[in-house]
């Protein structure tokens, strides 16, 4: 979307939404920008499909 921000798409049927999660906010603290980033989770009612939306601040 830009300089300072993303969206990833989660779609599985395994309903995993959550290691992905978790997994962009370890590699935000990872690389030491954990304080500087929103991480915004929507998921789909069934569980499948995740939203991430990640903002640089």
Same mark, same amino acid.
């Given at each position: 979307?830009?300089?300072?921000?993303?969206?990833?798409?989660?779609?599985?049927?395994?309903?995993?939404?959550?290691l992905?999660?978790?997994?962009?906010?370890?590699?935000a603290?990872?690389?030491? @920008?954990?304080? %500087? =980033?929103?991480v915004?989770? /929507?998921?789909?009612?069934?569980? @499948?499909?995740? %939203? =991430?939306?990640?903002?640089? /601040?």
């Amino acid at each position: 979307m830009g300089e300072n921000e993303l969206i990833i798409d989660y779609v599985s049927p395994r309903r995993m939404s959550g290691l992905a999660v978790g997994i962009v906010r370890g590699l935000a603290t990872y690389f030491d @920008e954990a304080d %500087r =980033i929103d991480v915004m989770p /929507t998921t789909s009612h069934d569980g @499948e499909r995740v %939203r =991430i939306h990640v903002r640089r /601040t």
